[in-house]
């Protein structure tokens, strides 16, 4: 599975974005499909997940209310909708997927993704 992610750029505070991320391959072996960032000197950080079956979302407190994850499954697309952007939202965003289901509290940990892809920046200016 190849996971390419994209959308990313400059924008203003309290601006908008829209990431895609397009899986290709066999994404029969997907099961959920996240949103991580990391800035300069952090960690890398869950923003968002949803399952490729619909339903089960999670998002990071900082985000809640902001960000909306959403699929395609017919594209094999994910996306997120990135709405009243803060400088503090500047990062590297990535894609990833898993190939096993696990509990909420598992989504956040960026071991478990199998699989991920490039990296797109978002930069918030203010």
């Known amino acids: 599975v190849q996971l390419q992610a994209s959308g990313g750029g400059l924008v203003q505070a309290g601006g908008s974005l829209r990431l895609s991320c397009t899986a290709s391959?066999?994404?029969?072996?997907?099961?959920?499909m996240s949103w991580f960032r990391q800035a300069p000197g952090k960690e890398r950080e869950l923003v968002a997940a949803?399952?490729?079956?619909?339903?089960?979302?999670t998002y990071a407190n900082s985000v809640k209310g902001r960000f909306t994850i959403s699929r395609d499954n017919t594209a094999k697309a994910v996306y997120l909708q990135m709405n009243s952007l803060k400088p503090e939202d500047t990062a590297v965003y990535y894609c990833?997927?898993?190939?096993?289901?696990?509990?909420?509290?598992?989504?956040?940990?960026?071991?478990?993704?199998?699989?991920w892809g490039q990296g797109t920046q978002v930069t918030v200016s203010s």
């Open positions: 990833a997927a898993t190939t096993r289901r696990y509990n909420t509290g598992s989504r956040y940990n960026p071991k478990l993704y199998d699989y």
């Open positions: 391959g066999d994404t029969s072996s997907t099961y959920t």
């Open positions: 949803r399952d490729w079956s619909g339903g089960s979302t």
